[in-house]
């Protein structure tokens, strides 16, 4: 049974900042990709950011420059380190993580969420 737990959510000012944890628990052969999505209320998830096993990262225009992913992968947490907090940042964050639970099975996990709120 894999797990991801967040961390890290909360309320900021606007111009402040937040860094977000999730730390994978389980068994497995192998993370791939870890990602953040958030979603803000009455819209669709979205894709945040992205960080390969290598280290590639890929993001969302609105939060580049802002925000940056890192992963550890002896602690098997990806980290989302969030400047400049804007208010339309406000949404639930949630973390997702591509796992090889063996060498054949590419499974996708979801975190429970973790709300980030930006007043202005």
């Known amino acids: 049974q894999v797990q991801l737990v967040e961390s890290g959510g909360g309320l900021v000012q606007a111009g402040g900042s937040l860094r977000l944890s999730c730390a994978a628990s389980?068994?497995?052969?192998?993370?791939?990709?870890m990602n953040w999505y958030y979603q803000a209320p009455g819209k669709q998830r979205e894709l945040v950011a992205r960080?390969?096993?290598?280290?590639?990262?890929n993001y969302a225009v609105s939060v580049k420059g802002r925000f940056t992913i890192s992963r550890d992968n002896v602690k098997n947490t990806v980290y989302l380190q969030m400047n400049s907090l804007k208010p339309e940042d406000t949404a639930v964050y949630y973390c997702?993580?591509?796992?090889?639970?063996?060498?054949?099975?590419?499974?996708?996990?979801w975190g429970q969420g973790t709300q980030v709120t930006v007043s202005s």
């Open positions: 997702n993580a591509d796992i090889w639970i063996n060498d054949r099975n590419l499974k996708n996990y």
């Open positions: 389980g068994s497995w052969f192998r993370i791939s990709d």
């Open positions: 960080i390969t096993s290598g280290g590639t990262t």
